[in-house]
């Protein structure tokens, strides 16, 4: 397979082969081409001058709950944008659930962008009203649900809610939707660890299990335990993927100690 | 799901022109009764350039207003709600198309209003309506089709204009142009009304056999000079029409070709920062 051109071995010097964890590691037995939620060939992103990723090869099984780890400027924003359609100017070949990006893709990803983006004059009700007439996918009374227990009310202004109540109420919208896959970048980022607790606990009480989830983050350590798979990108290039138990069975260290490692200064 | 579309593009921006129409409307009804008390001649000329306020104004206002609804909507951050619905690019582009069309014309509506209240305050012409009423007693369907196509052909003409600043505007978001991007952009609005006029006056050339009408032309004029007279004011409606005609098709060829390639930028070119 494509994917296994990328995958490298990461460990403290041990042999070759122990850490190695194959692309078709990352799938669950039995599946196969018509098992393939995204497909990802040959991703080239460039920036001017910048290689932002180089030929990323990649294939996402469905339930799964993916974790893209990578330092600053190591391509994951990049990666999720361009699956979500939010970036068009790429070589190679993006698909999910067989379909190039377009209309078809943005039905059934749910996608959290690392930044805020509503209108100055919307209201979680504008919000909502908007979801509901665009989303099929879309559960409005699991969102009105996830909004109560938030304590947000539905008429105030978006704009004037804390950061974190932002970033909390996007996350709601988001997985109030019963989507194929969602796209999560950086969704405990910037907020204090009671308000990751919530975050977390929304992620994993609010997909289905057929859906996978794919998110980036900085703070491994406090995610690390509901990963089934991690891929670590590094200037670019997937310098590792696999499921996680093995690759803390293979390397003996927790996958925060691995990613320390990995990425060291 | 253009509809809907429709329907956001016009809840999101319905607040701003509100605005806009209630200051205007408001404008022109407590500012000639404080000119009241002012000499007369001082209030023309005031009248003159508040009327002259209102124009530039509103075109100023409009420019920023339809700059908020593609360029805002689509490239920044608020591009990542729009850019991931499940819709096509066309119908995001015709969608804001149609909505800053409307507003446009909304605000045109309501700005000769405004004017209109104004004079009428400051100078009732109480007879003019009875004068209004008798020249269209004696328009005939000819008339009144042409004032329907000149509308028509104004509103197609509005169309091309904001399909043109929507292309110019992905212009200047093409990260491929680097820092020069903005003032390329600007450029491109300019060089695209250039080559649209050069498009046009070769398509009046080529036709002119088939009964084009140039209305730049000194021909055009001359013509329409003879009509002046009241022999020729039918003669001149058919002349009219058949411009406006011209006008709305030519409007609309060259709306969609720039919709195209706003569509094509959008489709293949889109990177959100």
């Known amino acids: 397979m494509m994917e296994q051109n990328n995958i490298q071995q990461f460990g403290s010097g041990d042999d070759e082969g122990k850490a190695a964890t194959s692309a078709s590691e990352v799938l669950p037995s039995g599946t196969g081409e018509?098992?393939?939620?995204?497909?990802?060939?040959?991703?080239?992103?460039?920036?001017?001058?910048?290689?932002?990723?180089?030929?990323?090869?990649?294939?996402?099984e469905p339930g799964r709950i993916v974790g893209l780890l990578g330092p600053n400027g190591s391509g994951k924003t990049t990666l999720m944008k361009i699956l979500?359609?939010?970036?068009?100017d790429f070589q190679g070949s993006v698909t999910v659930n067989g379909k190039e990006i377009g209309p078809e893709t943005k039905?059934?990803?749910?996608?959290l962008p690392d930044t805020t983006y509503h209108s100055p004059?919307?209201?979680?009700?504008?919000?909502?009203?908007?979801?509901?007439d665009f989303y099929a996918d879309f559960d409005e009374q699991k969102c009105r649900g996830m909004l109560r227990r938030l304590g947000l009310d539905e008429k105030?202004?978006?704009?004037?809610?804390?950061?974190?109540?932002?970033?909390?109420?996007?996350?709601?919208?988001?997985?109030?939707?019963?989507a194929r896959l969602y796209i999560l970048d950086e969704p405990i980022g910037g907020v204090d660890p009671a308000a990751r607790d919530f975050i977390l606990d929304t992620i994993l009480t609010n997909y289905s299990e057929d859906a996978t989830i794919f998110m980036s983050t900085h703070l491994i350590s406090d995610v690390e335990r509901i990963f089934d798979t991690v891929i670590f990108l590094k200037e670019g290039e997937i310098v590792l993927q696999g499921d996680i138990d093995n690759i803390r069975e293979k390397e003996g260290k927790s996958i925060d100690e691995l990613f320390r490692e990995v990425f060291k200064c | 799901m253009l509809g809907k579309l429709i329907k956001h593009d016009i809840r999101s921006t319905w607040r701003d022109f509100a605005g806009i129409y209630l200051t205007i409307l408001l404008g022109m009804i407590f500012l000639p009764l404080l000119l009241n008390f002012v000499n007369r001649a001082i209030t023309n000329i005031i009248a003159?350039?508040?009327?002259?306020?209102?124009?530039?104004?509103?075109?100023?206002?409009?420019?920023?207003?339809?700059?908020?609804?593609?360029?805002?909507n689509i490239f920044s951050n608020e591009g990542y709600l729009t850019m991931t619905l499940p819709v096509r690019g066309s119908e995001l582009v015709v969608s804001k198309l149609v909505v800053s069309t409307m507003w446009i014309v909304l605000t045109g509506i309501v700005s000769?209003?405004?004017?209109?209240?104004?004079?009428?305050?400051?100078?009732?012409?109480?007879?003019?309506?009875?004068v209004l009423m008798k020249v269209l007693y004696y328009f005939e369907a000819k008339e009144y089709l042409a004032i329907i196509l000149i509308f028509i052909a104004v509103v197609a003409e509005i169309l091309n204009e904001v399909a043109k600043l929507f292309l110019a505007c992905s212009v200047a978001n093409l990260k491929l142009l680097g820092r020069f991007r903005i003032p390329l952009g600007i450029l491109s609005f300019f060089a695209l009304s250039w080559l649209e006029n050069k498009i046009i006056q070769a398509a009046s050339f080529i036709t002119g056999r088939l009964h084009w009408v140039d209305m730049f032309a000194d021909e055009f004029k001359i013509e329409v000079n003879l009509m002046l007279r009241p022999e020729g004011i039918l003669q001149m409606t058919d002349l009219v029409n058949m411009a406006m005609v011209q006008w709305i098709l030519c409007s609309l060829a060259f709306t969609a070709v720039f919709s195209v390639g706003t569509v094509w930028l959008l489709n293949h070119k889109l990177e959100l920062d």
């Open chain 1, 107 to 111: 039905a059934i990803i749910s996608y």
């Open chain 1, 156 to 178: 105030q202004k978006i704009s004037t809610m804390s950061k974190g109540m932002m970033e909390k109420f996007q996350l709601c919208m988001v997985m109030s939707r019963n």
């Open chain 1, 84 to 88: 979500a359609g939010t970036i068009k």
């Open chain 2, 112 to 130: 000769v209003l405004g004017i209109l209240i104004f004079l009428w305050i400051i100078s009732p012409m109480t007879d003019i309506l009875p």
């Open chain 1, 34 to 60: 018509t098992g393939e939620l995204v497909r990802i060939t040959g991703l080239t992103k460039k920036y001017g001058k910048k290689t932002a990723l180089s030929n990323v090869n990649l294939t996402l």
């Open chain 2, 48 to 72: 003159g350039f508040l009327v002259m306020g209102i124009m530039v104004s509103t075109i100023v206002i409009m420019i920023i207003m339809l700059f908020k609804i593609f360029n805002t």
């Open chain 1, 121 to 132: 004059w919307m209201r979680p009700s504008d919000m909502i009203a908007l979801f509901r």
